[in-house]
């Protein structure tokens, strides 16, 4: 009987979600909803809960480790996953959202897509923005995750993947989980021999950034003061 009541449920609140969209729903009946997929039979309303109660906010549960969400009572490795795989989702979205300038061709549009792709991480990332001669974007990869001052980043591995796309021009950045967008002396060493390494085979490193707290501090001065990007 409690599991004919329980499936009863379920399917109530995916026809109101059908009827009436997301946007009448809060935050617990969301979550709720989208652990139905993970769980298939145990009441998911309880751990939406506790998840809330733990992480806070939506953004703060998808956000959050496996190591951390497995914390939580109910839930489990594979739901877990499931949570994380949905958040890898959602930003690989939004970054092809933040494509859609024709050329990145101002600091200013640079920032504008390097803010969101830092938004919650735990840990440093090291990313890779890759450009032709017009300064349009053909693609933004991850290269490491760790701590970018412990973490060894393979430069062979770099160029080759600016090379493979046809890149003219790269930029690098990676966040400080700490919320102090100050490069420190490793950022400023490892700049120093990116570039030459970059400029060996032909390809100009523009910017290396320290992202933190919605802030993008350069670490290259020769560009720091420039409004417009250099014209390549």
Known sequence: MAQHLHDGHR???????EREGGDSFQQHELLELLLFYAIPRRDT??????LLERFHTLDGVFHASVDELTAVEGMGHGAALFLKVVNQMQRAREL??????????????????LVP?????????????????KMRMLDCVLLAKGSVSTLSVNMRSMLKTALD???????????HPDGVAIPSQQDLLSTSNYT???DTFGVTLLQHYVV??????PIIQRHSDYGEMPQL
């Open 11 to 17: 399917d109530r609140l995916r026809q109101r979600f």
């Open 45 to 50: 309303n309880a751990l939406a809960h506790r």
């Open 96 to 113: 092809e959202q933040r494509k859609t300038y024709k050329c990145y061709d101002t600091v200013e549009k640079i920032k504008e897509f």
């Open 117 to 133: 792709q830092f938004a919650g991480l735990s840990e440093e990332h090291l990313y890779m923005l890759m450009f032709d001669s």
């Open 165 to 175: 796309k046809n890149a003219v021009s790269v930029i690098l950045a990676h966040n």
């Open 196 to 198: 030459a390494y970059f």
């Open 212 to 217: 933190a707290s919605g802030n993008c501090t």
